[in-house]
Nanobody, 117 residues
Framework: QVQLVESGGGLVQAGGSLRLSCAAS????????MAWYRQAPRKQRELVAR???????NYADSVKGRFTISRDNAKNTVYLQMNSLKPEDTAVYYC???????????WGQGTQVTVSS
């Protein structure tokens, strides 16, 4: 099993920045890909960004150029730096970990990000 604990969410004004962190514990050697998803009210959960163990990244079009995902394998932690935040970025952000492929095997509990206009 893998446990994921997110931190760093909060309330910020439009144009501001936040950094989310996700610390992994447990069977961390089994993890290949880590990712951030988000779910806004009345919307489906969507992929925001993901990063492989080797550092390859992918981003949703809506966050390209504003968000940066990074990974510290020594600390078993993945980060999401969010800049130029917009009200439409308001959502619960979830950390996810994958052992094989790109379908999440493990989820964190989520952290609320609210961007005021």
């Amino acid at each position: 099993q893998v446990q994921l604990v997110e931190s760093g969410g909060g309330l910020v004004q439009a144009g501001g920045s936040l950094r989310l962190s996700c610390a992994a514990s447990g069977r961390i050697l089994s993890i290949n890909v880590m990712a951030w998803y988000r779910q806004a009210p009345r919307k489906q959960r969507e992929l925001v960004a993901r990063i492989t163990r080797g550092g390859s990244t992918n981003y949703a079009d809506s966050v390209k150029g504003r968000f940066t995902i990074s990974r510290d394998n020594a600390k078993n932690t993945v980060y999401l730096q969010m800049n130029s935040l917009k009200p439409e970025d308001t959502a619960v952000y979830y950390c996810a970990a994958m052992s094989r492929g790109f379908s999440p095997d493990y989820w964190g509990q989520g952290t609320q990000v609210t961007v005021s206009s």
